[in-house]
């Protein structure tokens, strides 16, 4: 009974034997197999989805909002006095240069003028008169018949006439100005913003005419901070847009940089100049002004989804045969949802624009969606 018992008991340390070799075996023959049986398989994919990169043309703006101002704005006023015998213009009337605004009753310069003129001819016989006796005391005086005293004194009365002759011919070109001057007429090309007399007042030098206004062209005056000044040179291109002509662009350009800021605003003056067909832009109106002060040809565009910042510093990832490569790039300008690359990808790259954040240096990735 002893024996058999003895012989089971080898029979099973026979077969515990036999399993644990075989166990061992596949672990020889298995090394990357851990206790979980989970070890030596390959990292999953990551899902991403990505963007091809492609050229474009970046524009740097500054943005401001504007008034529209006349590029000529004249106030027209009298340079002589008198009484308004007549009116020629309305508000709004259009004028060219030279047309006439008010009349100014002309009877009295007209009088002072014929008195001028009256004193020229009376100076200019008294000039002739002291010119012929002048050579007549100079033969004398040369042939000894007369003292020099008397010759000194013809030449003193030549000359005297000759400054009474320049006064009066000087009287008489002041007498017609002033005689022009009672007809008031436009200075420029333009309309008649305002007027500010009427018939029968009376005016004097200085007093105010009308206001005349051309706005064949308009200029668009605005500020801007001082982060921007810097930016906008004379010359640069703008782009006004307006809501009462929504569908429409201006275009003009800057014309004035202003060197100083205004102490209330601390604004810098600019402003841009724009041609105005039809006369449809009014001054005083308000409009938004664009200034393109740089711009990009032909250069990578990256959406802004596909920056990753980490550590204060800013990546982005390129997909290369499904790896991950972890870049860090050079930026240009910016164009709303896009930036500009300088370096850190090129054209026709694969760049990651979602699911970034769970990615390193080399992870295997899986491209859900690609855009272009």
Known sequence: MLKQKSIILVCILFIITAVWFQI???????????????????????AVET???????VVEKIISTGTIVPIHDVLVSSETSGTIIAIYVEVGDWLERGDSLIQIDPELKQLSLDQAEAGLIEAKAAKEKSSKDFERNKKLFV????????????????????????????????????????????????????????LGGTVAPGTPIAKIVDISKIKVKF???????????????????????????????????????????????????????GNRLKAGMVAKVEVLTNIMYEVPLLPKSALLERSGQTFIFVIKKNIAEKRTPDFGLEKSDKIALISGAEVGEEVVILGQENLTQGVPVNVVKRHK
């Open 24 to 46: 061992a075996c596949e672990k020889l023959a298995n090394p990357d197999e851990g206790k979980d049986g989970l070890e030596g398989k390959p990292t999953p994919a990551i």
């Open 51 to 57: 963007y091809i990169l492609n050229k474009g043309e």
């Open 143 to 198: 042939s000894k018949d007369i003292s020099e005293y008397i010759f000194e004194n013809a030449r003193l009365k030549m000359e005297s006439a000759q400054s009474y002759l320049l006064m009066a011919q000087a009287n008489v070109k002041m007498a017609m100005r002033q005689l022009k001057d009672t007809r008031i007429v436009s200075p420029i090309n333009g309309f008649v913003a305002v007027r500010l007399v009427e």
């Open 223 to 277: 500020g801007v901070p001082e982060n921007d000044i810097v930016k906008i040179k004379k010359r640069n291109s703008a782009v006004i847009t307006l809501d009462t002509f929504p569908e429409e662009k201006f275009i003009g350009i800057v014309t004035a940089v202003g060197p100083q800021a205004d102490l209330a605003t601390r604004s810098f003056p600019v402003e841009v100049l724009v041609k105005n067909p």
